[in-house]
């Protein structure tokens, strides 16, 4: 049996069902007006990087409201990371993100009406460690008084378009998917023809994240071919490849990568794969594929939290610090607040610093990005694709999470973990079993 066909029975053996999720959303809109000043805004906290963050961010900014003022420019993670660590302006376009409706984005100057070269970046979001783009992109390390902030868990997947017939893909045949482009004689059905892989640059999250999930550097992929045969399918963002993936004439043999933010946002255009994982350590595979959520129309995301599907890991926001290490924004700027700033990073990692009305605030604006708070996580792991560790938080949130997942934005649904229980008090959770504790009006372990 040739390389192809065994990788292409094994795929279609473990294969999950799939069927059009009915969620049917837009992209986030940019309003079209006279071009303001990026430092015109109030209280501003410029922050780069992480274009599969953006929905994350947006919803946090209206969580936070009008008091802070979010000036955000989308970059690919390592590049936000250079940002923060390096000393010079970014000129990159740049967006506030409207704290009363988070699909509304307002284009402003950078230059601040050519008064300056750019912005200094209080703030990089990035999709995975420092470390990671260090090592693929020669990214500098963050220096003494800089830290990371790690935050919401982020789910990254294979796409196709949501007219295709596959279902899932494994570690190896993505391997040879997009390590050799459908050439040498190296091929996996139907994904054989350059032209139709989408992907984004080296220097992103979810492109470094998923190499390391399969073992191929992200340098090496397919866009480096001889084979390419033309421009490769390279995107600087989540949304602008899940468009040119959706407008394909050639639907079986096209694939990509995405973020969930972006797949789930986009459910009408593409569908996720099913992952088969190769254990790093032990080189072992899982026995079949699983979805990022238990099925294909919910967005529960149990099998990232639960550590069946693998390729996760948390956002990081890497920000300045103070020698006491309170955050504060970068040196370059004198328009940043120390408080707006380090209320940004805080709300962006969910931390202890946050009260319990702004932490579960917080909850929801991250689920409604379909993004998963640490408190749903029941898994972690400390380094890109390590080892999944048994995970309690101190206060879970997965019924919640569940809740939020399954409605929408001030409208939760119902959860999809059967031993979810309503409760307005640890006393209503006598008889839940172990879920003992009352949390955001469910019955958690802790």
């Known amino acids: 049996m040739s390389l192809s066909t065994h990788l292409h029975e094994r795929r279609k053996a473990c294969a999950i069902a799939l069927t059009a999720g009915s969620l049917i959303l837009v992209p986030a809109s940019v309003a079209r007006a006279a071009m303001p000043s990026c430092n015109s805004y109030t209280n501003p906290v410029y922050v780069s990087g992480a274009t599969a963050a953006q929905p994350i961010l947006a919803q946090i900014a209206v969580a936070l409201g009008s008091s802070i003022s979010v000036i955000y420019q989308s970059q690919p993670s390592c590049i936000g990371l250079e940002d923060v660590i390096g000393t010079s302006t970014d000129p990159k376009s740049a967006v506030y993100l409207d704290p009363t409706n988070a699909t509304n984005q307002i284009a402003c100057d950078p230059t601040n009406g050519g008064t300056s070269s750019g912005l200094y970046v209080d703030i990089g979001l990035s999709g995975v460690y420092p470390a ?71 220097s992103s999250g979810v492109e470094l994240l998923l190499a390391s999930a399969i073992g191929l550097p992200a340098a090496k992929w397919l866009a480096q071919s001889p ?18 993936l959706a407008d394909t004439t050639n639907v079986e043999a096209t694939i990509g990568i995405s973020a969930t933010e ?36 919910h967005f529960d995301k149990i099998n990232v939290r639960q550590g069946r599907y693998a390729p996760w890991g948390p956002i990081h926001a890497l920000a300045n610090t103070d020698g006491s290490g309170n955050v504060v924004p970068n040196p370059g ?26 932490l579960q605030s917080m909850i929801q604006a991250v689920s409604y990005a379909y993004a998963i708070p640490p408190c749903a996580m029941e898994v972690t792991r ?18 919640f999470f569940e809740s939020l997942a399954s409605g929408s934005p001030g409208t939760p649904g119902q959860p999809t973990s059967p031993y979810c229980q309503t409760c307005s008090a640890d006393a209503d959770c006598a008889d839940a079993g172990i879920y003992t504790h009352c949390n955001y009006g469910y019955c958690e372990v802790q």
């Open 132 to 202: 990671t783009c260090s090592a693929a992109t020669n990214t500098p390390s963050p220096g003494p008084n800089q830290q990371d902030f790690p935050g919401p868990v982020q789910a990254v997947t294979f796409v196709v378009p949501s007219t295709s017939t596959q279902a899932a893909i494994s570690a190896q045949a993505a391997y040879v998917v997009f390590g050799w482009a459908g050439q040498g004689g190296y091929t996996v059905s139907p994904w054989t023809d350059p032209t139709q892989m989408y992907v984004l640059t080296p």
């Open 227 to 244: 084979y390419e045969g033309g421009a490769p399918q390279h995107y600087s963002s989540n949304s602008a490849l899940i468009t040119a």
């Open 262 to 297: 972006y797949a789930d946002l986009n459910r009408d255009k593409v569908r996720v794969l099913a992952y088969q994982s190769t254990d790093p350590y032990t080189q072992g595979e899982q026995a079949c594929g699983y979805l990022p959520d238990s099925d294909s129309t």
């Open 333 to 358: 700027n004198t328009g940043s607040s120390a408080s707006a700033v380090a209320a940004v990073v805080h709300s962006l990692a969910l931390d202890s610093t946050l009260s319990a009305s702004q």
């Open 382 to 399: 400390t380094d890109e694709m390590g080892a999944e560790a048994s995970f309690q938080p101190p206060h879970s949130c997965g019924c």
